[in-house]
Each structure stands twice: as structure tokens, then as C-alpha cells.
Nanobody, 120 residues
Framework: QVQLVESGGGLVQTGGSLRLSCEDS????????LGWFRQPPGKEREFVASIGWTGGIIYGADSVKGRFTISRDNAKNTVYLQMNSLKPEDTAVYYC?????????????WGQGTQVTVSS
């Protein structure tokens, strides 16, 4: 059973960096596709990035390309989202997800979310 727990969120100033982590406490996600989504205040959830179990990566909005990096460490059952040059519009609850679908936007398991707030 996949059980995802995010960490690493917090308050940061514009231009700062954060690294989000998401660990599978069930230790079963080695062959799952992993993704990060975010939900800004008052808006719908949006896709941020996805990484396949062999490492293939897809990023969502152009606004995060070049600033965010997704990676995974299968030995640690953990997926990461390194976020640099943060902007106030990156403020959101960030969720990690895991799934077996080949579709990078469809997932079976979700974490509880971690708040990221970027102050101007």
C-alpha cells in the first residue's frame, strides 16, 4: 500500500528556494510514476511535474520550467521537487502523487499536501 507523506514546505521570500520531499512510508512505489501538483488559493489544482520509474520527466506550466526540478531516489522511496527563484505566484498547497498509469496526469495515491508560501 502506497502511503505518501510530504515535507519541506514553509514560508520563503521571493527569489528563495525550497526542496519538497515526498516519502512512501509503504515502501512500494519503486515502479510507480510520481508527480507533483499544486493548488493555489482559490484556484484549481494544477500539474507541476512528473517522473517515471525509469526517470522520464515531464513538466507542466512554462512558468516552472527552468526553476523547478523533479527527481526521485528509489532506494529511499522518495521523490523531490527542488524549487528555485520562487515567486509569490508559486504560493500553493503542493501535493505529491503516485500511480501506475502511463498517463502522467492520472494518479492513484495522493499525499496530504504541504503549504508553500512565497512572500513578496
Amino acid at each position: 500500500q502506497v502511503q505518501l507523506v510530504e515535507s519541506g514546505g514553509g514560508l520563503v521570500q521571493t527569489g528563495g528556494s525550497l526542496r519538497l520531499s515526498c516519502e512512501d512510508s509503504g515502501r512500494t512505489f519503486t515502479t510507480y510514476r510520481l508527480g507533483w501538483f499544486r493548488q493555489p488559493p482559490g484556484k484549481e489544482r494544477e500539474f507541476v511535474a512528473s517522473i517515471g520509474w525509469t526517470g522520464g520527466i515531464i513538466y507542466g506550466a512554462d512558468s516552472v520550467k527552468g526553476r523547478f526540478t523533479i527527481s526521485r531516489d528509489n532506494a529511499k522511496n522518495t521523490v523531490y521537487l527542488q524549487m528555485n527563484s520562487l515567486k509569490p505566484e508559486d504560493t500553493a498547497v503542493y501535493y505529491c502523487a503516485a500511480g501506475r498509469s502511463l498517463n502522467p496526469y492520472i494518479y492513484d495515491y495522493w499525499g496530504q499536501g504541504t503549504q508553500v508560501t512565497v512572500s513578496s
